[in-house]
């Protein structure tokens, strides 16, 4: 089935998209108000984008009438940001702070969500996110009435302790039990179940497209 995406109202769109794009990773993001105000919230449409620099973008819907929400609005008048990933203990804490909440009202505070201060940065980072990325703005694109798109470079990072040997830098990606985001509204899907397929070299693959491959 084809569909034009031009010929369908943006909340079709949306449903299409968020509903086929899955797992997303679920950025769980805090920031500052110019005058000091904290606020928290999570949002799918993220992930890494480089390592030189290190990068990662963010997609921020606004409001029903086109007025940025509380984070875009921060980190437009800042130019701040955290990133804190999402293990399962903190799922219902992250999702009391997706509720539409007025602006300036403390959604860290009214969860119960410790914070810890950054090294680089203003806003708090997540005391208990077992990563947590310290941002500042590279880029941004503005797409009214409907999006912000932010580019954030990675100014420090923070890793619980449990998760990473610092000697090899390996890091224990399934014990950090993180949470993705699913179809509809509500879903989210935990990363238990994994295949590993090694990258192949091309010498091998021309080997078996050829017929030469002895194992075959």
Known sequence: MLFDLSQLEAGDRYKLMASSITPRPIAWVTTLSPDGARNAA??????????????IALGLMRKP??????????????????????????????????????????????AGVATAPCAVIRPPRIASAPVSFECRVVERLDFAPAATVVIGQVL????????????????????????????????????????????????????????CDVTA
């Open 42 to 55: 999570p949002y799918s449409f993220f992930n890494m984008m480089a390592a030189d620099p290190p990068l």
């Open 65 to 110: 009438n086109g007025d940025r929400k509380d984070t875009c609005a921060n980190i437009v008048a800042t130019g701040e940001f955290v990133v804190n990933l999402v293990s399962e203990d903190d799922l219902d804490a992250m999702n009391w702070t997706c509720a539409e909440a007025p602006a300036g009202y403390d959604e860290l505070a009214a």
């Open 156 to 211: 420090a990072l923070h890793m619980d302790d449990r998760f990473v040997d610092p000697k090899r830098l390996h890091v224990d990606t399934p014990a950090m039990q993180l949470m993705a985001r699913m179809h509809g509204a509500g879903w989210y899907t935990r990363s238990t179940d994994r295949i590993q397929r090694d990258r192949p070299s091309f010498a091998d693959l021309r080997r078996k497209a050829t017929g």
